[in-house]
């Protein structure tokens, strides 16, 4: 079949459409650091549940397979094969540039006899190397930061601090269920508080509501307008890459998916003050406290589940059909603002701001999208060349 060679390609960086963008099917030929790729037979990668073959490249999915949207069995199944065609494959489940991507990153060798196709390095392409300190790098990005963000997923753990302020490393990860023990004590706190001030259980109540529907519009706002805010200069750089560049560059790393406990903190406390300055010595600010945290913990709960499993069971559990139907919608929706537009879906534990504010984009409008500003930046190339490739 025909493919066009794009090269040179340009980012779009506009709040209209996904800040970057990656042809789908091409490739990059990464050099490893160690010399030449390894070659494996045939039968070698049929025999290593570990391994699967993508276009000529031998894949290591040892751990991957568990960080796999689509759950690790479907993966299983596919292990061993040659997933160059299923991939591409619409009526299975239409793969994005960025899941091409992530292949890239999983690549340990080349099979024997296979016709390695490689294209030119897109822009951002040796700007970052991820297998060094990504702090001293992010900094010096500048105005190339956003861009080089967006196009480059990497499924592998990253190092964060240069020595000799590596022993600061182990504070970029914490356990994703430290939530489920730091958290309730916050809530608990925040209902006493109200009741020791004299609130009856209806106060209680509506207060807490007032405050988990807080949350929905604390969670959508930060999301939007700070996690996602156009930067360029050092210092913002550094904060945003803090703050939510690890985890678009990382999604899948589980110790760095939900908020570190000492960020938490100061969020709780800043909260605090907010709510107690708003209802200007009322006592029910506690209970409007304790719903909004009740809200985060939700928030951080189902985004886990997003990033951690099929949305149709965990582990041996089996969702509750109800749950599993409205996780299933909110991974899609989630998986879009990741992998296809992250201008767009910004609400984690529900969508009803996307609605409201018109950022809600289905999975269907943003590949049309990228189809469509793919194939405008394959015209530019065209008609700046004059030339057009296929094969």
Not at 337 to 366: I, Q, R
Request: hydrophobic share 40%.
């Amino acid at each position: 079949k025909a493919t066009v060679s794009v090269l040179n390609w340009s980012p779009n960086v506009s709040r209209e459409a996904p800040r970057a963008m990656c042809p789908t099917g091409t490739t990059v030929a990464h050099a490893p650091a160690h010399g030449a790729w390894e070659k494996y037979t045939v039968e070698a990668v049929a025999s290593n549940p570990n391994l699967m073959v993508c276009d000529g490249w031998v894949l290591d999915i040892s751990e991957f397979k568990r960080e796999h949207p689509g759950g690790p069995d479907y993966m299983s199944l596919w292990a061993g094969k040659d997933v160059s065609e299923i991939m591409r494959q619409d009526a299975v489940h239409k793969h994005t540039d960025y899941a091409f991507r992530v292949v890239e990153s999983l690549r340990v060798g080349t099979l024997i006899g296979a016709d390695i196709s490689r294209s030119e390095n897109r822009q951002y392409d040796g700007l970052v190397n991820t297998e060094a300190p990504m702090l001293p790098q992010v900094s010096g990005l500048g105005d190339k930061y956003v861009g080089w963000l967006a196009s480059q997923p990497v499924v592998r753990k990253l190092l964060v601090f240069p020595a000799p302020a590596d022993v600061l490393e182990p504070l970029t990860h914490h356990p994703w269920w430290w939530i489920f023990i730091g958290v309730p004590p916050l809530i608990a706190y925040g209902l006493w508080h109200s009741a020791s001030l004299g609130c009856d259980a209806a106060t209680l109540f509506s207060g807490f509501l007032v405050g988990l529907l807080s949350w929905v519009f604390a969670e959508y706002t930060l999301h939007r307008f700070m996690f996602h805010m156009e930067t360029s200069t050092m210092p913002t750089n550094i904060f945003h890459f803090f703050m939510h560049g690890l985890h678009h560059l990382t999604p899948n790393d589980h110790s760095r998916l939900t908020f570190p406990p000492a960020l938490t903190y100061m969020f709780a406390v800043l909260f605090w003050q907010l709510f107690k300055a708003a209802c200007m010595g009322l006592p029910q600010h506690g209970a409007m406290f304790s719903g909004l945290v009740f809200g985060y913990l939700a928030y951080d709960s189902t985004h886990f589940l997003y990033h951690h499993t099929n949305g149709k069971r965990i582990g041996n559990y089996q969702f509750p059909k109800w749950f599993a139907s409205y996780l299933c919608f909110m991974k899609s929706h989630h998986n879009t603002h990741h992998f296809l537009n992250d201008n767009c879906n910004f609400g984690v534990s529900s969508p009803l701001l996307d609605f409201a504010f018109g950022s809600y984009m289905s999975k269907e409008d943003a590949e049309k999208m990228r189809e469509t500003q793919t194939m405008g930046m394959v015209c530019n190339r065209v008609e700046k060349d004059g030339t057009k490739k296929t094969q």
